[in-house]
């Protein structure tokens, strides 16, 4: 390897080994590495937790959601149930009207008619 051998020939000569780098250089960069991982869990905890409590309020919306909906197809129905009463009801009382309709049209009828007959009668007595 080009490395050992020109450390080797440095250590020769008597001369310090050279390195890219130093060793506080290395020291620092193995604790930024620890800091990284430490940093990295705390970060997936936290992000588990949030998760969780994320999951749980789904949960209990979903929960209130289902309850709500329950309630609303409950009053739905009974609305729905209390319209159609009514319905019937406005039904047999327009068969009611349309009913006097007829009664008060034939009486009108009956009765220009009857006075009708009444006017020609005395007019032909006259």
């Known amino acids: ?6 450390q080797a ?3 020769a000569a008597g001369e310090p080994v050279r390195r890219f780098a130093s060793e506080e250089f290395f020291f620092l960069l193995q ?3 620890r800091l ?4 990295t869990a705390r970060i997936d905890g936290v992000d588990e937790k949030l998760m969780a409590r994320i999951d749980a309020v789904t949960a209990r919306i979903d929960t209130v959601d289902a ?3 329950a ?5 739905e129905a009974r609305l729905l149930a209390r319209i159609d009463t009514v319905d019937v009801k406005i039904e047999k009382l327009r068969d009611q009207v349309d009913g ?7 009486l ?6 009857g006075f009708g007959g009444m006017i020609v009668t005395m007019l032909m007595r006259g």
């Open 9 to 11: 020939d440095a250590a």
């Open 108 to 113: 009108v009828a009956t009765m220009l008619l």
């Open 1 to 6: 390897m080009p490395e050992t051998r020109a």
């Open 71 to 75: 309630r609303i197809d409950g009053v």
């Open 67 to 69: 309850k709500l909906t």
């Open 36 to 39: 990284d991982e430490k940093l």
């Open 31 to 33: 604790r930024i590495d």
């Open 100 to 106: 006097l309709r007829y009664w008060i049209i034939g």
